[in-house]
Nanobody, 114 residues
Framework: QVQLVESGGGLAETGGSLELACSSI???????????VGWYRQCPGKERELVVL???????TYADFAKGRFTASRDNVKKEVNLRMDSLRPEDSCLYIC?????WGRGTQVNVSS
């Protein structure tokens, strides 16, 4: 069973930055590197929404709200998916959830103070 462990959430000020990390456990590298990965978020009162998807070849698709502020990456050797978030806004206060090949993490909470 693949496990995804997120870290890096917490409290930031408006305009600040946070960096999230997602580690894939019990997932062989050869499988991880052949999976679509990404980050989603669940904001209060809203449905889960895509933040960024990263293809096997490293092509990225960002949600409009993330463009220019968030930067994602994947490391197929470490089996990690990371998300750098800059210029944070109060509306970015959500649970950020890692996704790897159909598996979901439990999420890491981000709170941005106004």
């Amino acid at each position: 069973q693949v496990q995804l462990v997120e870290s890096g959430g917490g409290l930031a000020e408006t305009g600040g930055s946070l960096e999230l990390a997602c580690s894939s456990i019990n997932n062989p590298r050869r499988i991880f590197q052949n999976r679509l990965v990404g980050w989603y978020r669940q904001c209060p009162g809203k449905e889960r929404e895509l933040v960024v998807l990263i293809t096997i070849r490293g092509e990225m698709t960002y949600a409009d709200f993330a463009k220019g502020r968030f930067t994602a990456s994947r490391d197929n050797v470490k089996k990690e998916v990371n998300l750098r978030m800059d210029s944070l806004r109060p509306e970015d206060s959500c649970l950020y959830i890692c996704h790897v090949g159909g598996f979901w993490g439990r999420g890491t909470q981000v709170n941005v103070s106004s």
